[in-house]
């Protein structure tokens, strides 16, 4: 019988899962994704985190409990670096731990360390890591690690191609738009943008009010890093890289109507990173801008307000105004 791998629907969920569904499956796993998330997930989530966690990581505690009692094992990767020369946030480096310590009675963990910082390579040995959980074959993880890549590598051409992830990961068809009048940026950690519990749907409200989505993810990278190379110093964090170029890129694109930047509370990520962005974007350009912060008390009257607000404001000077602020 097929041995079942838990993935939980949180974190990087929201960007590797083709990857990683592929791989297992190539070497004959079932995978077993938690449920979307629901109040209840939320409230298990941060009952069970320590109290200083950020939302998404309270957010991935309730997914692992979701899962915990109907799966072989639980895969929880501990990602120091995905990105050559670059380290991601220090609490996916520490999350197998925070989990283990947190959450009593969890099947078997599969915490293998992935650190590409110095060489591609780390993820190929990572993967070899882990496929030894379910196949002694070396070549047949190569062969698995080889086609999970080309399933990863046809997911990112849609994402850059305009669709939102969450369609091609769950099969879902685009949405034809009533009315296509503003182009809107969409900036922040993917498991913030695309968990459409924790943003109360913000992405297809906007979507519903006639709005053009761009997210970081449909960028091509080779701008991003070149805007990014503008600055007096190299950014060395993976998500304040593609943030900030990325948004630089944004603000000179007079297309871009407005540029909304969703943060999590309890992030130092991103209280370091938006207040950057806002600065930098600010001498390029007075596109109007926002910041969106969500935890486990948000509310969606609230949250549905300032978006209202923020599309009039752009809709009225999308119709109303050349490229002047509103101060005249
Ligand atoms: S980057 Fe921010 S939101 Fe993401 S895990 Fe780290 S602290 Fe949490």
Redesign the pocket.
Known sequence: MAKKVGIPRG?FYYQFYPLWKKFFEELGAEIVVSDNTTKKILDDGTKSCVDQA?L??KLFHGHVLNLKDRVDYIFIPRLTSISAKEYI?P??GGLPDMVRHSIKDLPAVIDVEVNARQSPKGALKAAIQVGGYFSDNISDIRKAYNKAMESYTCFTAQVKQGEIPFRPMHKEQKKGLKSKKLNIAVIG?VYNLYDEYVNMNMLRKLEDSGVNIITLDMLESSVVNQHCGTLEKRMFWN?GRKALGGALCLAEDKNIDGIIYVM?F?????SFVSDLIERKIRRVRDVPFMVLTLDEHSGEAGMDTRLEAFIDMVGWRYKNETDFSAHG
């Open positions: 974190l950020c998404p990581v946030c609490k996916f950690h998500f999590s309890g992030c130092g990520v991103d």
